[in-house]
């Protein structure tokens, strides 16, 4: 079927020509004088093309004032110059056929406003209405300015695993993987499961990060980075978090902790700049809808630098603070979002913040210990409204440092041989960070619900 | 660290200028007059730099002459026309500094040619090797046109859960995900694992297809397209296998069987297109040392339209065929691989071929039935040397042929009610496809086995 999205008829309309529109009803208004406006909703942008139906239809009574909410329809007739104030152009109705009616008792998107935790209920078709219409498409725009940004900079797209075979990591958050019969498990001698009989022959689960694997070929071919889903099997039922989501992970050799952070940053700008580009409807419906204030916010930050701050300097602001923080600021210990928040929102002023340089005794092994012998040279972009957006850190590409930091976190060096290897053939100084992508599409449409930023949200006890 | 990638260094060479280079070390040599030449690799592309470095050097006898394969350096100086034949511009080293030496004892790439099924017990240094460095720039290079292809069609990226919630599609074949503790599951009072005190209240397992989720977005946004990891815990250990691997998904609203083939085809040739433009260099190291004629195959792929035929006379064509097959070709049974490979290598004449309308008893309850009442609106579209790369369809929108196929099938329409639901409200015609994008991977760079196109493959009783 030859059609033209809606969003072109309305962009750049085609003077006077016939076209054809195909689409879902969103509304149907009967005038006087026998004839009817439909406004036609096919996805492509948020705005209605207005349909003029009119009697001299031959299936004007048998369908046309059959229209519901929901329904499909093909048009097919010339777009002209619309009288109407609330556009510019309108179809007039040649012929118009129904593809699929739609029953308005049974329909639940109706004509009334529903709320978002109504919608979450109807993941299949909660994308018929202008809020995740608009979010689909900023996410979509997202994730390719993604692309875009590493690509145009020579970066390498890896798949990284999903299925993850190491279980040393932090085993109690991660989900687990079988081809096992739970009903008929295979048992060791010795007690337990035996997992030779597994897929894999061993134990496996769900991948919490591409890191590990990217070092290695960033090890190799330079730039990389990532683009896929990780899991996290943590039971919280938060705004903010989900048991499956969306990770960008650059790895860069030859790159230090400032490298990593000037990446994350022309990233960061890259991104809010081209949705405040080429999403600008959408984004004004955000504004308007959902989250006043969202496109100013975006702007800011797509000009201005962000600001830097230690780590240190941020828990002696915090401490300085005339405010009464439920926890106390300490320094050894990490910044909760109370302190996050503050620290963007009047330390800052509403700017990001970078912050550098954290304790070692917090952060994870493969981070570069710094010459003070008790930072490390980690990295987090803290967003007001949002948190951390981005964690990243330098990797610690010398072999004994790397061995004495797995020793004293209890980590066996033969559980990451090939991690270690990498420091024994031709290491390099490399870094590299994460970014969580539906917190960067919450940030972009104001949602505040991260359940609303993904198709089909999994969370605790609902998957649906 | 300011370095220039040595393919920029390569393709676009700054006049006399002074740079700085750094990578891995691929051989040095040792010549007469106190200087060694040092070929390095960066992984920016499949060619190495020519490094001159004298005995001038402070480190000439500390550090140069202790270098091997797989140690890294930085070297900056004047990039200068060369006297050699095998390139045309080196790199004098003015300085040069180690970043990682590598003991050529310990270090398992060495100068000699290594196997590919050796290579595969190294999955975290391949990449450093000529064949998987290409490889990953191939693979990256098609998956950005994948998403090139699609964003300027107006389709919409959609991301796919991972975690599938339904069990009802061939369970067998599935990873059960999982957070109870297998060495201490709860049951149920009549037997039987007790799945409400899983993480989602229910048996989970990672998902095989986006398809039924795409569909529900297509029916709202118009075209939608997926690119993710999707999963068989099929037993099968062979080189066309694997039990994770990434497929892209595009689902149409407004669009019929002949659309869906006429898009496939479209995609396909705008991928090898680009490959062929844009990794001239990688594939003529594919054409010269793993797949001697693949480059023309993919020209000749390229540029002409690709046959097609239907189901019927395809059955009709094996049966005449003077051949003997190991399954007779019989109508209403799938097309084995011997038949995909007659019909690809002789038929056709190695040329790729549609196959259009497959008996309905074959394939899944959702393709659109046709007329003849014996035949879906399916099709496949089969490569030479590869088999099938694609598998679509135009989906059943119609309510009672989905619900009488379900019923025809022994399905349950109560476990697909939003599925079905897209067909009780405003449904319209539409067709999509799948492609194994690791096909895709081998088809354009002729490695055989498909554990060498993704970085870390996972297959039965070995993911590593």
């Known amino acids: 079927m030859q059609r033209t999205r809606i969003r072109a008829l309305l962009s750049s309309p085609p003077a006077g020509a016939d076209v054809t529109a195909a689409g879902w009803v ?9 004839f009817s406006f439909i406004e036609l909703n096919d996805g492509s942008c948020l705005a209605n093309l207005q ?16 229209l519901h909410p929901g329904a499909a329809i093909v048009v097919e007739g010339p777009l002209v110059a619309s009288p109407g104030k609330e556009q510019n152009v309108e179809l007039r109705a040649r ?3 129904v593809l699929g009616f739609c029953d308005p008792l049974a329909y639940p998107l109706g004509k009334q406003r529903i709320g978002l935790d109504r919608l979450r209920e109807l993941p299949h078709l909660r994308a018929r209405t202008n809020t995740f219409g608009a979010m ?16 145009s900079r020579g970066f390498v797209l890896m798949h990284t695993p999903i299925i993850a075979t190491s279980d040393c990591e932090g085993a109690g958050e991660m989900f687990q993987v079988t081809t096992l019969d739970l009903d008929n498990l295979p048992h060791l001698d010795r007690g337990g499961v035996d ?12 991948t919490v990060s591409g890191q590990i694997e990217g070092e290695t070929y960033a090890c190799a071919l330079g730039d990389v980075y990532t683009f896929g889903p990780t899991f996290r099997a943590e039971n919280s039922n938060t705004r903010r978090h989900l048991a499956e989501f969306w990770m960008v992970e650059p790895e860069m050799a030859f790159a230090d902790l400032q490298d990593d952070a000037v990446v994350a940053e022309a990233m960061l700008k890259h991104l809010f700049g081209t949705v405040l580009r080429d999403c600008a409807e959408d984004l004004a419906f955000f504004e308007q809808r959902v989250a006043p204030g969202v496109v100013a916010r ?39 979002a109370e302190h996050e928040r503050y620290l963007t929102e009047k330390v800052t002023g509403g700017e990001p913040l970078v912050v550098l340089n954290y304790p070692a005794e917090i952060k994870a092994f493969y981070m570069r210990l710094n010459d003070d012998g008790r930072t490390v040279a980690a990295m987090d972009i803290l967003l007001p409204g949002v948190g951390e957006i981005v964690g990243g850190s330098q990797r610690e590409e010398r072999l004994e440092p790397l061995l004495a930091a797995m020793h004293a976190r209890g980590l066996n060096p033969d559980d990451y041989a090939h991690y270690v290897d990498l420091r024994r053939f031709g290491s390099v100084p490399h870094a590299g960070f994460g970014m969580g992508f539906e917190r960067l599409v919450q940030f972009c449409t104001g949602l505040s619900n991260i359940r609303d930023v993904i198709p089909y949200p999994r969370t605790p006890r609902g998957s649906e």
């Open 195 to 206: 997992y030779t009989h597994d897929f894999f022959s061993r134990r496996t689960s769900l």
């Open 26 to 34: 969103r509304t149907r208004r009967d005038a006087k004088g026998g």
């Open 298 to 336: 975006l702007q800011r930050l797509a000009d201005k630098p962000f600001a830097a701050m230690e780590y240190s300097e941020a828990v002696a602001q915090l401490q300085r603070a005339d405010c009464a923080f439920e926890h106390a600021p300490v320094w050894g210990t990490d910044l909760k």
């Open 51 to 66: 349909v003029v139906a009119g009697q001299d239809l031959p299936n004007y009574a048998g369908d046309v004032q059959r």
């Open 95 to 97: 012929t118009l056929r």
């Open 136 to 151: 689909s498409r900023v996410r979509n725009r997202l994730a390719q300015a993604v692309h875009e940004f590493f690509q």
